[in-house]
């Protein structure tokens, strides 16, 4: 099957301008998970969808951060505007409710650098 | 405070030699996941442990889950160089990561 599929895969931009991250989880996997990475770290979790509804978006910095999931597939995450500390990669994964344990599949990830 | 948190931070081991990398938790978390994730790449998911005193083999990796304790185990046996990566736990409550082992393996 297809994994994880996130574009795109680096970006370079100036602070106090906009960028928006795409993901296409693995197909039939209703929930979909947005992380961001930053150097050194774990991942932090930013939002959760279970189907198109943000259930856990409680560490998504709502003052410059959005997120949608359309129709339950794909999504994307947006910035606007961005700041230094926005440099990361931002991880989008996906996994199967009715999958033993609900196993996580990450995408190769948007590596972010704000100049 | 939530935390999960992963000792040793840095591993450096021979090869062939055996070690156990520890992941704690201080809220209950109903699954226990562990990734692999190399350098400059995404994270790779190797375990789930779903209940207390489960137990996972995959290869020279064994993890285990105490939940009574809150403690998650990862065991590398006779390690080889192609283990040499960064290891995370991460638990169900907010989805909470460890702060990660770093392996090394020498040969």
């Known amino acids: 099957e297809a994994g994880v599929v996130q574009s795109p895969r680096y970006k370079i931009i100036e602070k106090k301008q906009p960028v928006a991250f795409w993901c296409n989880p693995i197909s039939g996997h209703n929930t979909l998970y947005w992380y961001r990475q930053n150097l050194g770290q774990g991942p932090e979790l930013l939002i959760r969808?279970?189907?198109?509804?943000?259930?856990?978006d409680s560490q998504l910095p709502k003052d410059r951060f959005s997120a949608e999931r359309l129709k339950g597939v794909d999504s994307t995450l947006k910035i606007q505007p961005a700041e230094l500390g926005d440099s990361a990669v931002y991880l989008c994964?996906?996994?199967?409710?009715?999958?033993?344990?609900?196993?996580?599949?990450f995408g190769q990830g948007t590596r972010l650098t704000v100049v | 405070e939530l935390k999960v948190e992963q000792n040793p931070l840095f591993l450096s081991m021979q090869e062939g030699k055996n070690y156990t990398i520890y992941c704690n938790y201080s809220t209950t978390s109903d699954r226990l996941y562990w990734y692999r994730q190399d350098p400059g790449k995404s994270l790779e998911s190797l375990f789930v442990l779903l209940s207390n005193g489960a137990v996972k083999q995959e290869g020279r990796l064994m993890a285990s889950l105490d939940t009574k304790a809150r403690l998650s185990t990862l065991h590398i046996t006779a390690a080889v160089h192609d283990l040499s990566a960064t290891y995370f736990c991460?638990?169900?409550?907010?989805?909470?990561f460890g702060t990660g082992t770093r392996l090394k393996v020498l040969a």
């Open positions: 969808y279970e189907n198109e509804e943000a259930v856990d």
């Open positions: 994964a996906s996994s199967a409710r009715q999958r033993e344990g609900r196993q996580a599949f």
């Open positions: 991460q638990g169900t409550y907010k989805y909470i």
